[in-house]
C-alpha cells in the first residue's frame, strides 16, 4: 500500500480523500491543516486530523503526501519545504513562475533526497503532456489551448470584491467561432479577446450602484478588460440555484502539415468536460502520486513535472497487463 498524507484540507484535499477511496493499492495516513484539526470532519474512518505544524511527526509514516494549498501564497513555501522531509505532488498552476518553483524544489527535494512532482493538475498537467505529445508529431504547425466553459475561481474572487457586490460568478467561456477556424485546419493568429469570453453572475447590495458595478468589472485590468465580458444581475437564490457547481474543461488542439509540399493538414485535439475542476485535479494528483512513490523506488530524486514521467507508472496495472489490455 502507498501511504498517502493530505496537506490542505478545501475542496481539492476533499478531492484527493475521495480519489484514495477508488484506488485500492492506497491508504490515507492523515490530514494535515492549518484549522483547528478538531473542527475538521473527513470521510475516512480512523484516520488522523493534524495540525500543519505537526506534519515533520509523521517523516516516516508517509510515502507521498500531496500538497492541497494554493499556487499564490502556499504552495511557494509550502513545497521547497515539505520536499526536504517527504515525496510531494503539488498542483502548482502559475504558468509563468513554474521554472522558478522548480528550481527551488529541486534543490530541497534532492537536499532530502526525495522527488518533488510540481504543477500536476489538468492545465498545467494534462494539457502540457498534449502540447508536448502533439508539437513533437506535427513539427509545422501551431498549438491552441482553449479554457471552458468553467468557473474560474481567482475571476469569481475578483468579482466579489468589487464594493457593493454580495456574491458572483464567472464563468470563461471559449468563441464558437474562433475554436471553428481552428478545428478547420486554418491555423489563425488569435488575440486573447477572440479566444475566450467572460460571463458574470453577480448578486448586487440593495442600493448598489449597478452601472458602476459593471463598470468596474469590464475595465479590471488582468482580469476582465482583455476580454468581452459580460455582466448579469440575479439574485442570491438564483445564483445558489443555478451556480453552485465548479465545473471547467477545454481543448487543447494541434493543428499541422505534412508531405513534401505540406499539402496535408492534420488536427490533433484533446478536450475535458468536468462536472468538478477540483475533484478531477485531485484525481490527476493521486495518479503521480503513484508514479512519484514508483520512480523514488528506483532512485529518481528532485524535481519532477508530467513531462518527465513514463504513462506505465500512472496506472495501477502492471506492465504486462498494460502490454495486453492498453497497447
Given at each position: 500500500m502507498i501511504r498517502i498524507g493530505i496537506f490542505g484540507y478545501g475542496n481539492l484535499g476533499k478531492g484527493v480523500e475521495c480519489a484514495i477511496m477508488q484506488n485500492k493499492d492506497m491508504e490515507l495516513v492523515a490530514v494535515f491543516t492549518r484549522r483547528d484539526p478538531s473542527t475538521v470532519k473527513i470521510l475516512t474512518q480512523g484516520v488522523s486530523v493534524c495540525h500543519a505544524d505537526n506534519v515533520l511527526d509523521f517523516k516516516d509514516k508517509i510515502d507521498v503526501m500531496i500538497l492541497c494549498g494554493g499556487s499564490a501564497t502556499d504552495l511557494p513555501k509550502q513545497t521547497p519545504y515539505l520536499a526536504k522531509h517527504f515525496c510531494v505532488v503539488d498542483s502548482f498552476d502559475t504558468h509563468a513562475k513554474i521554472p522558478e518553483h522548480f528550481a527551488n524544489v529541486d534543490a530541497s527535494a534532492k537536499e532530502g533526497g526525495n522527488i518533488g512532482m510540481i504543477s500536476?493538475?489538468?492545465?498545467?498537467?494534462?494539457?502540457?503532456?498534449?502540447?508536448?505529445?502533439?508539437?513533437?508529431?506535427?513539427?509545422?504547425?501551431?498549438?491552441?489551448?482553449?479554457?471552458?466553459?468553467?468557473?474560474?475561481?481567482?475571476?469569481?474572487?475578483?468579482?466579489?470584491?468589487?464594493?457593493?457586490?454580495?456574491?458572483?460568478?464567472?464563468?470563461?467561456?471559449?468563441?464558437?467561432?474562433?475554436?471553428?477556424?481552428?478545428?478547420?485546419?486554418?491555423?489563425?493568429?488569435?488575440?486573447?479577446?477572440?479566444?475566450?469570453?467572460?460571463?458574470?453572475?453577480?448578486?448586487?447590495?440593495?442600493?448598489?450602484?449597478r452601472a458602476k458595478i459593471e463598470k468596474t468589472i469590464k475595465e479590471m485590468p488582468n482580469y476582465f478588460s482583455d476580454y468581452d465580458t459580460t455582466v448579469n444581475f440575479i439574485s442570491q437564490e438564483e445564483l445558489n440555484e443555478k451556480h453552485s457547481g465548479i465545473p471547467h474543461g477545454g481543448f487543447v488542439i494541434r493543428s499541422g502539415k505534412t508531405g513534401k509540399n505540406l499539402e496535408n493538414t492534420h488536427i490533433i485535439e484533446y478536450s475535458l468536460r468536468l462536472d468538478s475542476n477540483p475533484e478531477f485535479t485531485a484525481s490527476v494528483l493521486v495518479a503521480y502520486a503513484r508514479a512519484t512513490y514508483r520512480m523514488h523506488k528506483e532512485g529518481f530524486v528532485g524535481a519532477k513535472t508530467v513531462l518527465d514521467v513514463a504513462p506505465a507508472y500512472l496506472s495501477s496495472l502492471s506492465n504486462e497487463e498494460l502490454r495486453k489490455t492498453l497497447l
Amino acid at each position: 500500500m502507498i501511504r498517502i498524507g493530505i496537506f490542505g484540507y478545501g475542496n481539492l484535499g476533499k478531492g484527493v480523500e475521495c480519489a484514495i477511496m477508488q484506488n485500492k493499492d492506497m491508504e490515507l495516513v492523515a490530514v494535515f491543516t492549518r484549522r483547528d484539526p478538531s473542527t475538521v470532519k473527513i470521510l475516512t474512518q480512523g484516520v488522523s486530523v493534524c495540525h500543519a505544524d505537526n506534519v515533520l511527526d509523521f517523516k516516516d509514516k508517509i510515502d507521498v503526501m500531496i500538497l492541497c494549498g494554493g499556487s499564490a501564497t502556499d504552495l511557494p513555501k509550502q513545497t521547497p519545504y515539505l520536499a526536504k522531509h517527504f515525496c510531494v505532488v503539488d498542483s502548482f498552476d502559475t504558468h509563468a513562475k513554474i521554472p522558478e518553483h522548480f528550481a527551488n524544489v529541486d534543490a530541497s527535494a534532492k537536499e532530502g533526497g526525495n522527488i518533488g512532482m510540481i504543477s500536476v493538475g489538468w492545465d498545467p498537467g494534462m494539457f502540457s503532456l498534449n502540447r508536448a505529445l502533439g508539437s513533437s508529431i506535427l513539427v509545422d504547425g501551431c498549438d491552441y489551448t482553449f479554457w471552458g466553459k468553467g468557473v474560474s475561481q481567482g475571476h469569481s474572487d475578483a468579482i466579489r470584491r468589487v464594493e457593493g457586490v454580495l456574491d458572483g460568478k464567472q464563468y470563461t467561456v471559449p468563441v464558437k467561432e474562433a475554436l471553428e477556424a481552428v478545428r478547420s485546419g486554418a491555423n489563425p493568429q488569435l488575440s486573447t479577446r477572440q479566444k475566450h469570453t467572460r460571463e458574470c453572475y453577480v448578486v448586487a447590495s440593495e442600493g448598489a450602484d449597478r452601472a458602476k458595478i459593471e463598470k468596474t468589472i469590464k475595465e479590471m485590468p488582468n482580469y476582465f478588460s482583455d476580454y468581452d465580458t459580460t455582466v448579469n444581475f440575479i439574485s442570491q437564490e438564483e445564483l445558489n440555484e443555478k451556480h453552485s457547481g465548479i465545473p471547467h474543461g477545454g481543448f487543447v488542439i494541434r493543428s499541422g502539415k505534412t508531405g513534401k509540399n505540406l499539402e496535408n493538414t492534420h488536427i490533433i485535439e484533446y478536450s475535458l468536460r468536468l462536472d468538478s475542476n477540483p475533484e478531477f485535479t485531485a484525481s490527476v494528483l493521486v495518479a503521480y502520486a503513484r508514479a512519484t512513490y514508483r520512480m523514488h523506488k528506483e532512485g529518481f530524486v528532485g524535481a519532477k513535472t508530467v513531462l518527465d514521467v513514463a504513462p506505465a507508472y500512472l496506472s495501477s496495472l502492471s506492465n504486462e497487463e498494460l502490454r495486453k489490455t492498453l497497447l
